[in-house]
């Protein structure tokens, strides 16, 4: 099995090490990067990496099997263990403990197949998403999907566009949508404030609608200027979990989210990208699959406010699986 991580027409191979330490990603080279909701850091150091190497990554992709899936997909909540989670937020909420959480079930099958390579192209074709993303390492496969912008780096200059907001289309689009994204880049602004200069933190883009395969997000940009003396420790831990995934505030929805969810969010929910000197681009990891030991696994999820009706966001869950599921349900 060939080692890399791909996105974007870049493509890096000839992996030389791995590290868990942010430190490492400070000497300048190449590092694909994977870090889990919960905080695991995994940094990937590749010596060949190419800038505009799409068809070729995806005529190597092709040629990958992927299994047909034979078992059906299990959640880690049933519809009424979702629902009676919402209003379990909803109570939190009416108790002052948070103002938003994002609340995720985690789908999984069991697969022959013994990494993600073979679902690239499907993706590509069926469900094109700005930070799609391929990640092999030992023991770690992955292929995402991703809509959702965590972090880019250009020099001093970082900038993060959380999606909070999501319908059919959008006029479906509800008030209680946009007050949610405009919470979030609050949020945001807040965690930029510990790494940025003084006055730098601006919002070039409020409530915009992107439109996705199957559905629209809403979307907002958050720059600043990082202060000279920032580590990308001190980034990682001013950023993550990222706002849009956990809630407001964060550190009472990360509380609340490992009472009611069952088990790891993983890869889901966290960052995938790449680091390359003071250049960067790390992505949400959400629309991802990733596999454990002959097990495939998909997370998908919900903000949930006072406004929320479970039912509604039960359907939520289901609209952003179900095109992505179905890509590789029939291969």
Partial sequence: MEFGFYRNGLWARELVEISDDPVSLGDGNFWAVLITY?????????????????????????????YHLNSIWQSSLSRGEYVEAVEQVRSAIARG???QTNLCRTLTTSTESTHLLGVMSYLRRENPAPYLSSL???????????PELLLEREGSLITSSPIKGTAKNAYELLEKDRAENVMIVDLVRHDFGSLCITGSIHIPRLLGVEEHPGL???????QGTLRSDISWGEIFSAILPAGSISGAPKSSAIELIAKIERGERGPYCGAIGWVHGARAELAVGIRTFWLESGTLKFGTGAGITWGSEPELEWAE??????????IVNQR
């Fill in 38 to 66: 919960e905080g695991k850091m995994t940094f990937a150091r590749f010596a060949d990496v190419q800038r505009d190497a799409e068809g070729a990554f995806f005529e190597f992709a092709d040629t990958q099997p992927w």
């Fill in 136 to 146: 092999e390492l030992p023991g770690i496969s992955i292929a995402s999907a991703s």
């Fill in 97 to 99: 403990e948070v103002y």
């Fill in 216 to 222: 629209v997000h809403l979307v907002s940009d958050i």
């Fill in 317 to 326: 869950t289901e609209l952003k699986a179900s095109r992505l599921l179905s």
